[in-house]
């Protein structure tokens, strides 16, 4: 069974920097398509960034140049480096991870930005 378990949030300040990690199970990585996505209250959930097997990634316009999608094959873990955060980057922060057609989700973390 195929499982993603989110941890890394909190409370931080503008401007300021957070990393979430994303542990997954069931499934290696490196051979998986992962994914991190967002909700704000009262909004849809939103694409943040996104690897590939191969290596590339893809990110949100909104995010695009602030963060950074990395993953550790070794730990099997995906990381989202989040640096010159705004307070409109508030939300519950979800990881994925696309296995054989299926969609995986974790229970999500709550970023909150705000002074």
């Known amino acids: 069974q195929v499982r993603v378990t989110e941890s890394g949030g909190g409370l931080v300040q503008p401007g300021g920097s957070l990393r979430l990690s994303c542990a997954a199970s069931?499934?290696?990585?490196?051979?998986?398509?992962m994914g991190w996505y967002r909700q704000a209250p009262g909004k849809e959930r939103e694409f943040v960034a996104g690897?590939?097997?191969?290596?590339?990634?893809k990110y949100g316009d909104a995010v695009e140049d602030r963060f950074t999608i990395s993953r550790d094959n070794r730990k099997n873990e995906v990381y989202l480096q989040m640096n010159s955060l705004k307070p409109e980057d508030t939300a519950v922060y979800y990881c994925?991870?696309?296995?054989?057609?299926?969609?995986?989700w974790g229970q999500g973390t709550q970023v909150t930005v705000s002074s």
């Open positions: 994925n991870a696309a296995v054989r057609g299926h969609t995986y």
């Open positions: 069931g499934t290696i990585i490196r051979a998986t398509t």
């Open positions: 690897i590939i097997s191969g290596g590339n990634k």
